[in-house]
């Protein structure tokens, strides 16, 4: 039987919220507002050489646990240019009640803003359950680069689709018209493994791009990686890989080539 | 059960739904699916994560009309989540082909019949309109996918049509959970998860030949 003390300990959840407001001043993004509260917190941003300010958020704890609640808010203004990427996976470790971890994250980039948000992939442990949300607004003239990474779990200790659940549901908006919305609900089971659903693989992405660029080189890995235009006009990723670096590999390469076509962006160059 | 729905449902009515794999001729090409076995895990991939997770519940909440769920919400959000573009116009065509054949046989019984645009809820629309239960309709509607997906799977693989149908009755477990998923599901509960599926139907456009169209 687990002492009092112990199971109380257990049920403890953490609501983690960050809350970021970026402007361009002087000819620079700066970070004009934050709000945080652990275990989400930023390192100090930094200017990449392409102008672009970059933020990594870190989670100093051991992941999102069952119950535990993260609240990420991100603004940007109008002519700043932003990339917030994570520092390390998301580790989605399971509650002893079964409750999900739940994560909600807002995104609002102004017309002639650009928001990238490109975190790491998300490892659910056994037995685990994240329910999250993503809604992107965005006004007219807005880019917006997001792409999303799922592990079937901790696959280098051969834990493979021992999760519980995974919903993703991801959506961007500009005024009143959607331009994508993706819902990704998986619960493992025999069939998870069928040919064209996951296959032997075991790390899988979705990602939307929007600006004002058009694709003539449509990023595409045989098998591997695809993209296209929604119905609304907004660029869709899907890729799948046996292994992660591959698949983010192919995952990095599509986003120079839809950065460049899209926003006329340079390469990103990320010092980690 | 009623002859309608069945009319509706067999794979002579004019709809067009034979016309497309929806990324099954990618995945036989290029040697994904050359058994009857792994036609089998496909069928039942397709209805534990994919297809049966968004057009079969798409096809229950559009026999509720109003009650549950809006038919122009229905296709709003299916415009949305069929990213590829084959499948999202496939659906689209095939709804269409579906009303206007289904309007001309029947244009009493459906003279108040939704707009609808594809073919999950027009399914379910006219099947409603036409008198069929919830249920009958959902097991109709996946038994037409099914069907039709191991007929498409005889012209692209060597298969018989006997494997083909054997591989569709060991299917018939998932498909059962699949209708009853369907039957208990909301809005909210449109989604999947296909990653190979959408690859190869996007890549489907590229195949050096192709028996379906894309």
């Known amino acids: ?272 | 059960m009623n002859l309608r729905l069945l009319q509706l449902a067999d794979s002579a009515f004019p709809s067009g739904a034979y016309a497309f794999s929806d990324g099954l001729e990618t995945l036989t090409v290029r040697g994904e699916v050359r058994t009857a076995a792994e036609l089998k895990a496909f069928l039942c991939g397709q209805l534990a994560h994919g297809w049966g997770q968004q057009d079969a519940p798409a096809c229950a909440l559009a026999w509720t009309g109003m009650l549950r769920a809006a038919p122009d919400e229905l296709d709003a959000l299916l415009d949305d989540l069929k990213l590829v573009r084959g499948p999202r116009e496939a659906s689209l065509r095939v709804g269409a082909n579906l009303r206007r054949a289904a309007l001309s046989l029947w244009p009493e019984e459906l003279s108040t019949l939704p707009p609808t645009r594809h073919h999950a809820p027009t399914f379910g629309a006219v099947a409603a309109a036409l008198g069929a239960s919830q249920a009958d309709t959902v097991t109709a509607y996946v038994s037409s996918w099914l069907l039709g997906r191991v007929a498409a799977a005889t012209k692209l693989m060597k298969l018989g049509g006997l494997d083909a149908q054997r591989a569709a009755r060991q299917a018939g477990d998932a498909a059962q959970d699949c209708i009853q998923h369907a039957l208990r599901a909301t809005v909210s509960d449109l989604g999947g998860f296909s990653p190979l599926l959408d690859i190869a139907a996007a890549e489907q456009p590229g195949l050096d030949s192709r028996l379906f169209q894309t």
């Open chain 1, 1 to 272: 039987m687990i002492p009092a003390a112990a199971a109380s300990l257990g049920q403890q959840t953490r609501t983690g919220a960050l809350h970021l407001t970026f402007e361009r001043r002087a000819a620079q993004t700066v970070l004009v507002g934050e709000f945080q509260k652990a275990p989400l917190m930023i390192v100090r941003p930094f200017a990449l050489p392409c102008g672009t300010l970059s933020v990594f958020v870190v989670n100093p704890t051991g992941g999102l646990l069952g119950g535990d609640h993260n609240d990420i808010q991100i603004s940007v203004g109008p002519g700043a240019r932003v990339l917030v990427l994570t520092q390390s996976a998301t580790r989605v470790q399971p509650s002893a009640s079964g409750t999900a971890a739940t994560q909600t994250v807002q995104l609002a980039v102004a017309a002639g803003g650009r928001l990238e948000y490109y975190p790491e992939r998300v490892l659910p442990f056994a037995g685990s359950r994240l329910v999250q949300s993503l809604r992107a607004s965005l006004e007219p003239g807005a880019e917006l680069g997001l792409t999303e990474t799922l592990a079937s779990g901790r696959v280098l200790s051969g834990e493979r689709l021992k999760f519980a659940e995974y919903r993703s549901r991801t959506e961007v908006w500009c005024g009143p018209q959607r331009l994508y919305l993706d819902q990704w609900r998986l619960s493992p089971s025999p069939q998870t493994r069928a040919p064209g659903i996951w296959g032997e693989l075991d790390y899988a992405a979705s990602g939307v791009f929007v600006g004002p660029g058009t694709i003539q080189d449509w990023p595409a890995e045989l098998g591997r990686l695809a993209s296209g235009l929604t119905a609304s006009g907004a660029v869709w990723l899907r890729a799948a890989a046996a292994r992660g670096p591959l698949l983010d590999a192919d995952l990095g390469a599509a986003r120079q080539a839809l950065r460049q076509q899209l926003f006329g962006a340079s390469p990103l160059q990320i010092r980690r």
